[in-house]
């Protein structure tokens, strides 16, 4: 086998489309970057960061995401070879690896760069929508900036949540930023290969009826509460119960709803025992009198995390109860709850009441809006290609994963993405 004698450069290469901007897309595209590869990155939402913009804190070590994201937003302003469309969606992929022609479907934002985040459209705005950043927990107008820290940080408008003819917002703006009569436009773009880094979404909580979630309010899920725990949240960092306000005093947190079971996601979804106790210790350090109760099935917290896990058990006010959860009732005339499960190491049926229940529901792969070509597995998650292709993917949307292993995986692809390149460039 023959050795290059000098690296090569990606400098004159074909690009490589990145489609997904959470933190395994952002990796990715910083990765090829880099070391000289042209990346677009095409993100589907009004701005960069994906879930890990609206956690609270990250486990293990209980620092704000914001902090990462910030040092990778960094990397990516000072690189010029990185583009990003936002709003941006791959419809289509022809052609073999390092030879790809792929179309991008590209919604108008009606907000130009010369937006100087005065929020004027917004306060002339009338129309209100649920806000996507918060889970529908807040709302915004239709004239919103997606997030405090959004990338990039420019107002968009929804119109389907705009009133018929409305301009107001148009009108408002003094820098004449906004154009309402922007259309979706297509693209065509030429690249060597392609990563999908689309990520997950929750399971549907609603879907597993016996634990009440919809139908009771006190029962929420675990991307809602990082949601009630962060500062920018919609109770400002304070985790409230939804019926009454009322600070949650005991609360039980329900392992696997949804996850290791052949009714709803066969699988386990990795991250969900690692969440819920560093959510035990949010709702710990808020209410310093708070007892928690974490049913679970097994608890699968891997390699470091076995350590948060075991500081986190020693409180005694954290009791771990080995059971899955049969039912969560409501006693109608406080909004309480009443979570009935077997004690396994006990051998005992018990139902104990408390003030808030979060499901841990797990991770389903965003693979739905991808364009043909990538291979799935049995659960819609992508497979990982064999020998040379062109079409990779790195991420949750891959396997679910903590962010440390989004990482490593959306480092693994870029990696792959740069053979790809190097091969298309010396073949011409
Ligand atoms: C409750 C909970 C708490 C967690 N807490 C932690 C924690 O504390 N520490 C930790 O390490 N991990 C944590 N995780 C795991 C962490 O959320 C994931 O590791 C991380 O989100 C993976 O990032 P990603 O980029 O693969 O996916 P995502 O964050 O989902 O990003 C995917 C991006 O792709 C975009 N996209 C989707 N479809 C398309 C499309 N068709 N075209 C273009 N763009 C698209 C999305 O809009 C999004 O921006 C937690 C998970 C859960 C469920």
């Known amino acids: 086998m023959s050795v290059p004698s000098a690296l090569p450069t990606f400098r004159n290469g074909k690009p490589v489309l990145v489609i997904g901007g959470g933190i395994a897309g952002l990796t990715t595209a910083l990765e090829a970057a880099e070391v000289g590869c042209q990346v677009i990155l095409a993100e589907k939402s009004p701005a960069l960061g994906g879930r890990v913009a609206r956690m609270h804190q990250y486990f293990p070590k209980l620092c704000p995401p914001t902090c990462g994201l910030e040092i990778n937003l960094r990397r990516l302003r000072e690189n010029p070879r990185i583009t990003v469309l936002t709003l941006a969606e791959a419809e289509e992929i022809r052609g073999v690896p390092g030879n790809y022609e792929v179309t991008l479907r590209l919604s108008p934002r009606f907000v130009s ?111 809602i509460l990082e949601r009630l725990a962060a500062l920018d949240g919609p109770t400002a960092g304070r985790i409230l119960r939804p019926s009454d306000g009322k600070e949650p005093q005991t609360v039980a947190f329900v392992q696997c709803a949804g996850s290791r079971d052949d009714n709803h996601l066969p699988y386990c979804s990795a991250v969900c025992c690692a969440a819920s106790i560093k959510q035990a210790t949010y709702i710990r350090k808020l209410y310093t009198q708070a007892q928690i109760t974490i049913f679970y099935i097994d608890v699968r917290t891997l390699g470091r995390l076995e350590d948060f896990y075991a500081s986190v058990a020693a409180d005694p006010k954290i009791a771990f109860v080995k059971g899955k959860v049969g039912a969560v009732e409501q006693d109608p005339g406080n909004h309480d709850l009443l979570v009935t499960a077997e004690d396994i190491l006990s051998g005992k049926k018990k139902t104990q009441r408390f003030d808030l229940v979060v499901l841990a529901t797990g991770i389903v792969p965003q693979t739905d809006g991808l364009p043909a070509g990538f291979a799935l597995d049995e659960f819609k998650f992508l497979s990982v290609p064999e020998g040379r292709a062109g079409l990779y993917s790195a991420g949750c949307v891959h396997r679910p994963e903590e962010v440390s292993a989004a990482v490593q995986d959306a480092t693994g692809a870029a990696l792959k993405a740069l053979q790809c390149v190097s091969r298309s460039s010396q073949h011409g």
């Open 113 to 223: 760069e010369t937006c100087t985040l005065c929020g004027d459209c917004a306060q002339a705005c009338a129309a209100e929508k649920p806000d996507e950043f918060n889970y529908g927990l807040s709302k915004t107008k239709a004239a919103y900036l997606p997030s405090g820290n959004a990338y990039p940080a420019r107002y968009v408008i929804d119109r389907a949540a705009c009133p018929e003819g409305c301009k107001a917002c148009q009108e408002a703006c003094a820098y004449g930023s906004i154009d309402l009569s922007q259309k979706v436009e297509r693209k065509t773009i030429q690249v060597a290969a392609v990563v999908a880094a689309t990520g997950w979404a929750p399971y549907d909580a609603t879907k597993i009826d016996y634990l009440g979630f919809g139908k009771y309010p006190n029962v929420v899920t675990n991307v």
